[in-house]
């Protein structure tokens, strides 16, 4: 049995590709999904990228946490994990849940953050109270009732390759799932955006329904200094998913245009 992990200020279980001596860029995964989410990305980005993933916790290989955590305990272990590899100042991408600890970690460790990117996300993700009626439902029952509506949140009726990233919520610890939604019930940076000072592009996908463009995306780039936002036609909430040429072709864009004099 593995043992229980805390994530405030602890290094997540992370994976590393790419060249060794290429800069580094973060990809968080989004809430009930693991390190995997990143694999359609991971071709063109470890081109010229030291790719750095991570799980949540009780997501994918990482264990589950033994306590409660927010997105900024979060955002605390992957400074950690940096210093731990000796990484001082890196780009990061995420989605979702990955998405509001690259805000986070943003704010609070602005020096570390070369080049941001955050996709189908959002400062403030509605009502706490719905979050903690989910994650009560998954200590009562498990995974299983969400999972048998992830697709439908996740992507537009036309997708038909949701199933590999269902199965990895149906893998997910009941308690890691649980968590994270406290924790997504907690978190609000829509009035500290103008401190967000890495140069910052916001993806969202068209037919979002968790985190729509207007409501979501558009918050982020009006909030944040110089954001851009692009909203990608025909993709769900997991839009790098759904549609992974056109959301590459807008980080590897983003990051070569703004990493250059940002320290590497």
């Known amino acids: 049995m593995t043992a229980p992990?805390?994530?405030?200020?602890?290094?997540?279980?992370?994976?590393?590709?790419?060249?060794?001596?290429?800069?580094?860029?973060?990809?968080?995964?989004?809430?009930?999904?693991?390190?995997?989410?990143?694999?359609?990305?991971?071709?063109?980005?470890t081109r010229s990228w030291r790719v750095l993933r991570y799980d949540l916790p009780g997501h994918g290989a990482a264990p589950p946490p033994d306590g409660p955590f927010t997105v900024e305990d979060l955002a605390d272990g992957i400074i950690a994990l940096l210093d731990g590899l000796g990484v001082g100042r890196a780009a990061y991408a995420g989605v979702s849940l990955g998405g509001a600890v690259g805000t986070a970690l943003a704010l609070r460790a602005p020096e570390r953050v070369g080049s941001l990117v955050l996709s189908c996300t959002s400062p403030r993700f509605g009502d706490p109270e719905p979050w903690r009626e989910r994650a009560a439902l998954v200590r009562r029952e498990g995974v299983g009732p969400v999972a048998e509506t992830?697709?439908?949140?996740?992507?537009?009726?036309?997708?038909?390759?949701?199933?590999?990233?269902?199965?990895?919520?149906?893998?997910?610890?009941?308690?890691?799932?649980?968590?994270?939604?406290?924790?997504?019930?907690?978190?609000?940076?829509?009035?500290?955006?103008?401190?967000?000072?890495?140069?910052?592009?916001?993806?969202?996908?068209?037919?979002?329904?968790?985190?729509?463009?207007?409501?979501?995306?558009?918050?982020?780039?009006?909030?944040?200094?110089?954001?851009?936002?692009?909203?990608?036609?025909?993709?769900?909430?997991?839009?790098?998913?759904?549609?992974?040429?056109?959301?590459?072709?807008?980080?590897?864009?983003?990051?070569?245009?703004?990493?250059k004099g940002a320290g590497r």
């Not at 800069?23 to 390190?35: A, D, H, K, N």
């Open 150 to 259: 992830a697709a439908g949140r996740w992507f537009t009726p036309a997708f038909t390759g949701a199933e590999p990233y269902v199965a990895m919520l149906r893998a997910t610890d009941p308690e890691g799932y649980a968590a994270c939604c406290d924790a997504l019930a907690q978190f609000d940076a829509t009035g500290r955006l103008g401190a967000v000072s890495a140069p910052t592009l916001v993806i969202a996908g068209a037919q979002d329904g968790p985190t729509p463009p207007d409501g979501h995306g558009r918050r982020l780039a009006d909030g944040i200094p110089d954001a851009r936002l692009t909203v990608i036609d025909g993709a769900g909430h997991l839009a790098n998913v759904e549609r992974p040429g056109p959301v590459t072709d807008a980080i590897t864009a983003h990051l070569d245009r703004t990493w």
């Open 5 to 45: 992990s805390a994530p405030g200020g602890t290094p997540p279980h992370h994976r590393l590709d790419g060249p060794a001596d290429a800069p580094v860029v973060v990809l968080g995964p989004s809430l009930g999904t693991s390190m995997d989410l990143w694999l359609p990305q991971l071709p063109a980005l």
